[in-house]
């Protein structure tokens, strides 16, 4: 079984960056896709940034531009710029030990989840 854990989260002014990261711990996978999520209380969980283990990488257009997404050995990053109060969210991160080409954005794509980390950020 593979553990996330989401660290990073923070209260910034409009305009600033936040770097999120997610260290997995747990079983190994040669192939795998993992994501960034957020959630809004009252709203459905929406996806923002995947990549495959091949560093294939997919955005949502809404961060598209804005929203970087990377990994290393050991973890996985979400660099954040030019955040906006709208982006004011609980992130999490996402995986699945499986291969996809591309990868998706799908809340059904993953199975394993952490726990959330808090973004705010005030205009």
């Known amino acids: 079984q593979v553990q996330l854990v989401e660290s990073g989260g923070d209260s910034v002014q409009a305009g600033g960056s936040l770097t999120l990261s997610c260290a997995a711990s747990?079983?190994?996978?040669?192939?795998?896709?993992m994501g960034w999520f957020r959630q809004i209380p009252g709203k459905e969980r929406e996806g923002l940034a995947a990549i495959n283990s091949g560093g294939a990488t997919t955005y949502a257009d809404s961060v598209k531009g804005r929203f970087t997404i990377s990994q290393d050995n050991v973890k996985l990053y979400l660099q954040m710029n030019s955040l906006k109060p709208e982006d004011t969210a609980l992130y999490y991160c996402?995986?699945?030990?499986?291969?996809?080409?591309?990868?998706?954005?799908?809340?059904?794509?993953?199975?394993?989840w952490g726990q959330g980390t808090q973004v705010t950020v005030s205009s």
């Open positions: 747990g079983n190994r996978y040669r192939d795998y896709v």
């Open positions: 996402a995986f699945r030990g499986a291969w996809y080409w591309r990868p998706r954005l799908a809340l059904d794509d993953y199975n394993i």
